[in-house]
T-cell receptor, first 112, second 116 residues
Framework: EDKVVQSPLSLVVHEGDTVTLNCSYE??????LLWYKQEKKAPTFLFML????IEKKSGRLSSILDKKELSSILNITATQTGDSAIYLC????????????FGQGTILTVHP | GAGVSQTPSNKVTEKGKYVELRCDPI?????LYWYRQSLGQGPEFLIY????????DSGLPNDRFFAVRPEGSVSTLKIQRTERGDSAVYLC??????????????FGPGTRLTVL
């Protein structure tokens, strides 16, 4: 059974700090790993990492996939209060082409 | 452009009642997904449609849960004889599909279901 584990479960920082969120996965037939930001109800898409695209960057956010270690990190530099949210990691793999398996999420709180 | 929309945004019902939750995917997206998210957890897969057919319904917890997508666009998740344990946020997502697991799923705002 596919499994995704995120750490830490929660993190409190101050504006301007840099944070690193971790995601590890176990999957039989890896296809992609995705990061989402969830502020109220709808998870909003951040990045997709695949075998052909193991590093992505957008502004202050960046993500790297380590296929050897079966893990990914999400980095946020110069954090702002608007970065406060739940960050979800999910993998697409196994025998189902539609199913995403999500981790529990990391709750990030950025204080002014 | 319009994103995924879901109605109602909140639904309160009594134990034993029947409920229907609706999802309108992004126009042109052929793949549609339902997930359920309990408090403090990540979303949990329920069912995936490619066009009108359910390509994978392995996440439906039992036969009280059923979903349809008769015309390949709007989908309805139906829950019979609701139980208090069904209380959760039900999320819908859509993607251009089928792309073998490398097409991005875009989520709607969800329906918060509370069973009293």
């Amino acid at each position: 059974e596919d499994k995704v584990v995120q750490s830490p479960l929660s993190l409190v920082v101050h504006e301007g700090d840099t944070v690193t969120l971790n995601c590890s996965y176990e999957v039989t037939n890896f296809r992609s790993l995705l990061w989402y930001k969830q502020e109220k109800k709808a998870p909003t898409f951040l990045f997709m990492l695949t075998s052909s695209g193991i590093e992505k960057k957008s502004g202050r956010l960046s993500s790297i996939l380590d296929k050897k270690e079966l893990s990914s990190i999400l980095n946020i530099t110069a954090t702002q209060t608007g970065d406060s949210a739940i960050y979800l990691c999910a993998e697409a793999g196994g025998t189902s082409y539609g199913k995403l398996t999500f981790g529990q999420g990391t709750i990030l709180t950025v204080h002014p | 452009g319009a994103g995924v929309s879901q109605t109602p945004s909140n639904k309160v019902t009594e134990k034993g009642k029947y409920v229907e939750l609706r999802c309108d995917p992004i126009s042109g997206h052929t793949a549609l997904y339902w997930y359920r998210q309990s408090l403090g957890q990540g979303p949990e897969f329920l069912i995936y449609f490619q066009g009108t057919g359910a390509a994978d319904d392995s996440g439906l917890p039992n036969d009280r849960f059923f979903a349809v997508r008769p015309e390949g666009s709007v989908s309805t998740l139906k829950i019979q004889r609701t139980e208090r344990g069904d209380s959760a946020v039900y999320l819908c997502a859509s993607s251009t599909g089928p792309a073998g697991g490398t097409d991005t799923q875009y989520f709607g705002p969800g329906t918060r279901l509370t069973v009293l």
